[in-house]
């Protein structure tokens, strides 16, 4: 069984970066990674998505500012946020697309001045 604990999250200005990190027990070998993230009020979404060898996809609104990476042993999934924008405050989660394991509990990144 595949278990997701995600950190980095935090208060930024607008422009500014966070880096957040899903540590993953269990083997992720094979897994297509994904980040996801839910705004208040609003579904949840795919955000960034990483194959096992590397392959990366993003939502439209975060090409060239987001970056997904990983190391598959240990499990680990990463995701670089540059020139953050308010619109980017959400809870970020990590999992598996896309059959989902246990949701984590994330992490808050709050945008804002």
């Known amino acids: 069984q595949v278990q997701l604990v995600e950190s980095g999250g935090g208060l930024v200005q607008p422009g500014g970066s966070l880096r957040l990190s899903c540590v993953v027990s269990g083997t992720i070998l094979g897994n297509y990674m994904a980040w996801y993230r839910q705004a208040p009020g609003k579904q949840r979404e795919l955000v960034a998505g990483?194959?096992?060898?590397?392959?990366?996809k993003y939502l439209d609104s975060v090409k060239g500012r987001f970056t997904i990476s990983r190391d598959n042993v240990p499990g680990a999934v990463y995701l670089q946020m540059d020139s953050l924008k308010t619109e980017d405050t959400a809870v970020y989660y990590c999992?598996?697309?896309?059959?989902?394991?246990?949701w984590g509990q994330g992490t808050q990144v709050t945008v804002s001045s």
């Open positions: 999992n598996t697309y896309p059959n989902t394991c246990s």
């Open positions: 990483i194959t096992t060898d590397r392959s990366t």
